[in-house]
């Protein structure tokens, strides 16, 4: 069974993050997902997804993707009613990892198992994940990703977060942090770690609240 994070180390977290810090937030995600304690994760409360709501083999997945960033190629055309993207890479192992991670991302989609955080856009995907196509098709070096919908506000959305997914390609960590502390990323505004949320200003564990530091 997976155990909540103490308050120590979740107010440790709280603080690297808040320091905007590119290699404080890689800390603090690695030794997550390094932790002796089987099945450590964040949580909002009982039924809750966890960080992310994903576990620590696609965690291990996304950061070895954010460090490999300049490994892998990406193309995003418009097509009728959405994108079609091709990610790839010329590196066997990381061209397997795009093909999993997107696999496991159209699973948590289906399954409506929110994945947050790292994005602004995939809450409202989340959201409307029955609205939307998806097909999936994978090539020698990564994967073809076609993406329409027949609901135009849903069509920008779906493509704003290629558009997102691109800048993850491109500048990698920095991208992530940026999309963090967005609207609907998990230190932006509520967000877990952002105004409102649990371990934000006025949350249960945020500054001023019932397990936070006092105001200065």
């Known amino acids: 069974m997976a155990q909540l994070i103490n308050r120590r180390a979740a107010l440790a977290a709280l603080g690297a993050l808040a320091a905007g810090s590119v290699l404080g937030m890689g800390y603090v995600i690695r030794s997550m997902i390094d932790s002796p304690t089987p099945g450590l994760r964040l949580t909002n409360g009982p039924g809750d997804g966890g960080m992310m709501g994903v576990g620590p083999a696609d965690m291990r997945v996304y950061m070895d993707m954010f460090a490999r960033h300049n490994e892998i190629t990406r193309t995003v055309e418009e097509i009728p009613g959405g994108v079609r993207t091709i990610t790839e890479s010329n590196s066997p192992d990381l061209a397997t990892q795009l093909q999993t991670h997107v696999s496991s991302m159209y699973s948590h989609l289906g399954q409506g198992s929110e ?19 998806r097909q999936l098709t994978f090539t020698p070096t990564g994967v073809i990703a076609e993406e329409t919908a027949d609901d135009p506000n849903l069509v920008q959305v779906i493509r704003a977060h290629a558009q997102e997914v691109s800048g993850f390609v491109r500048d990698g ?15 932006g505004p509520g967000g877990m770690m952002g ?3 649990m371990m934000g200003p006025g949350g249960m564990m945020g500054p001023g609240g019932m397990m936070g530091p006092p105001h200065s």
Request: with cysteine; proline share 11%; charged share 5%.
């Open 115 to 133: 994945v947050m955080c790292m994005s602004s856009t995939l809450p409202t995907l989340f959201r409307n994940a029955g609205g939307y196509r």
């Open 195 to 197: 105004p409102g949320g």
């Open 173 to 187: 960590m920095p991208a992530m942090m940026q999309g963090m502390m967005g609207p609907g990323g998990m230190m």
